[in-house]
């Protein structure tokens, strides 16, 4: 327990905002276009007392319309890539793209191909890629907030 604790305060130490001038709210959404559920289940942590990604100003939401970053996992199958764009378009500006995990990166399991996806630069603009699979929580929120920092 006290192990976890101190891991905790270290890592809210290293993330920590520096003043209310430097706080960012940013809306996430998320979008599975093909994904394991291995890179879910590691951005589901994110929410827990231990990660906390409200404190940073950060929130996953449902809808595209209030999202300022997509947040894709998963290698954009043939049969994703239309709810993708359509969520993608449905964003308001200033919009950016991250690709969670190495299969929205590109480079899955499963190979590239046309059938199991190609990743998602392919079809939208990628402004921040988390490689691993799946990503630890500390990579996802350190590649967040290094972009929140960025735009
Ligand atoms: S990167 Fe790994 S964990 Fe994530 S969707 Fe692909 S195979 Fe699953």
Do not use: W
Request: proline residues 7%; positive net charge.
């Amino acid at each position: 327990m006290i192990v976890l604790i101190r891991r905790l305060q270290n890592f809210r130490k290293e993330h920590r905002t520096e003043g209310p001038g430097n706080r960012q709210s940013l809306a996430i959404r998320h979008c599975d276009a093909g994904s394991c559920n291995g890179c879910e289940h590691e951005l589901n942590l994110l929410s827990s007392p231990y990660h906390d990604i409200q404190r940073f100003g950060l929130s996953l939401v449902s809808s595209p319309r209030h999202a300022d970053i997509l947040l894709v996992s998963g290698s954009v199958t043939s049969g994703m890539r239309e709810p993708l764009l359509a969520a993608h378009s449905a964003m308001p500006e200033p919009k950016k793209v991250i690709a969670l995990g190495n299969c929205a990166i590109g480079e899955g399991l499963l190979g590239n191909s046309e059938l199991t996806g190609l990743g998602v630069s392919q079809l939208l603009p990628v402004d921040a890629a988390i490689p691993g699979c799946p990503p630890t929580p500390e990579k996802i929120v350190s590649a967040i907030l290094s972009l929140a920092k960025k735009s």
